[in-house]
């Protein structure tokens, strides 16, 4: 029985590299939907 694992190093740089710029422009917006919705509760 053998094991085979597959490492795509470059999908994983384009995959950080998309959710860093998703999150340098989105993120601040959803925390602030977050909180204001918590705080209307």
């Given at each position: 029985m053998s094991l085979a694992v597959r490492v795509d190093v470059a999908e994983a740089e384009r995959e950080a590299q998309a959710?860093?710029?998703?999150?340098?422009?989105?993120?601040?917006?959803?925390?602030?939907?977050?909180?204001?919705?918590?705080v209307i509760d």
């Open positions: 959710f860093q710029s998703f999150g340098l422009t989105r993120f601040p917006r959803a925390v602030q939907f977050a909180l204001t919705g918590v």
